[in-house]
């Protein structure tokens, strides 16, 4: 069964960092690129970083600079770190498989898990 399980959120101030876990679990996660995705309150999902296979790393413009994504593949975990939060980066943020498709990226798996809260104060 196909599991990733999101941790590591919390309540920061302005400017505070955060470093989020996602821990893969029932298939070769070496084999796939992950991203992580974020849903603030009435908005959209939204892919804000994604790392493929190959480690190519990818962020949405409003996080670059900011956001570092990496993978450890013999830990079956994908991280994301969180610097200079903002509060528009509240939201409750998700991770799961990507798959390129016209030059985007889009979730593989149509289940998610339940994600972890990030919620960041002024």
């Known amino acids: 069964q196909i599991q990733l399980v999101e941790s590591g959120g919390g309540s920061v101030q302005s400017g505070g960092s955060l470093r989020l876990s996602c821990a893969a679990s029932g298939f070769s996660l070496e084999r796939y690129g992950i991203g992580w995705f974020r849903q603030a309150p009435g908005k959209e999902r939204e892919l804000v970083a994604r790392i493929t296979a190959g480690h190519s790393t990818g962020y949405t413009d409003s996080v670059k600079g900011r956001f570092t994504i990496s993978r450890d593949d013999p830990k079956t975990t994908v991280y994301l770190q969180m610097n200079s939060l903002k509060p528009e980066d509240t939201a409750v943020y998700y991770c799961?498989?990507?798959?390129?498709?016209?030059?985007?990226?889009?979730?593989?798996?149509?289940?998610w898990g339940q994600g972890i809260q990030v919620t960041v104060s002024s």
């Open positions: 799961n498989a990507v798959r390129l498709t016209s030059g985007d990226y889009y979730p593989l798996y149509n289940s």
